[in-house]
């Protein structure tokens, strides 16, 4: 079991900035892709980016391409999303997600193939 807790959500006006952070309790970095993903109500679940295990390779949805960077600590179990020029369509729960054993441009946005999540943390973009 790995347990994923997200952090660095917030409030913030359009064309603003937040960083997110997820931290897991093992060793995943240099195993599996770890992903960031958003929701809101009555939606489903969206692929926003994930890094590959090892070198770290990075995947972007369309939407978030040019304005969000993913990047990881792998010694120290976490991930991060800087999220720049924030528009309100951002405005989401967002989860970090792992135990997909590899990413690829194909995968990296479904949902069904990470195991573990965090609980999520809330960011808000205002107009």
């Known amino acids: 079991q790995v347990r994923m807790v997200e952090s660095g959500g917030g409030s913030v006006q359009a064309g603003g900035s937040l960083r997110l952070s997820c931290v897991a309790s093992?060793?995943?970095?240099?195993?599996?892709?770890m992903g960031w993903f958003r929701q809101t109500p009555g939606k489903e679940r969206e692929g926003v980016a994930a890094i590959s295990p090892g070198a770290g390779s990075t995947y972007y949805a369309d939407s978030v391409k040019g304005r969000f960077t993913i990047s990881k600590d792998s010694p120290k179990n976490t991930v991060f999303l800087q999220m720049n020029s924030l528009k309100p369509e951002d405005t989401a729960m967002y989860y970090c997600?792992?135990?997909?054993?590899?990413?690829?441009?194909?995968?990296?946005?479904?949902?069904?193939?990470?195991?573990?999540w965090g609980q999520g943390t809330q960011v808000t973009v205002s107009s």
């Open positions: 997600a792992t135990g997909l054993m590899g990413c690829s441009s194909s995968n990296f946005e479904s949902a069904r193939y990470y195991t573990y």
């Open positions: 093992a060793l995943v970095g240099s195993r599996l892709c």
